[in-house]
């Protein structure tokens, strides 16, 4: 069992930045893929980024690619998400996710992660 707890949202102007924190519990940390999933309202949950238990392999959105980084740290059960260059597009509910195994044909698909945090709220103001 898993247990994720985000924080680091909040408003922003555009252009701005934030980086979002993901905290895990549990000892085995570094056998999860770990991804970032971002909501807006009325929309369908959409991946953002992920990144391999081993913080080797890592994958963006095209949406965000460039503007986003995604990083973690094993030793402090912590996965980041650097979020820059900040549009209102972006404005949505961030969520943390964990799953067991890593592929590349799946990381980017909602359904087949196993844990999810509570989520924290990005507000982009132009």
């Known amino acids: 069992q898993v247990q994720l707890v985000e924080s680091g949202g909040g408003l922003v102007q555009v252009g701005g930045s934030l980086r979002l924190s993901c905290a895990a519990s549990?000892?085995?940390?570094?056998?999860?893929?770990m991804a970032w999933f971002r909501q807006a309202p009325g929309k369908d949950r959409e991946f953002a980024a992920a990144i391999s238990g081993s913080g080797v392999s890592l994958v963006y959105a095209d949406s965000v690619k460039g503007r986003f980084t995604i990083s973690r740290d094993n030793a402090k059960n912590t996965v980041y998400l650097q979020v820059n260059n900040l549009r209102p597009e972006d404005s949505a509910v961030y969520y943390c996710?964990?799953?067991?195994?890593?592929?590349?044909?799946?990381?980017?698909?909602?359904?087949?992660?196993?844990?999810w945090g509570q989520g924290t709220q990005v507000t982009v103001s132009s």
């Open positions: 549990g000892r085995t940390f570094s056998k999860y893929a």
């Open positions: 996710a964990a799953k067991d195994s890593y592929s590349p044909r799946t990381i980017w698909i909602a359904t087949t992660y196993d844990y």
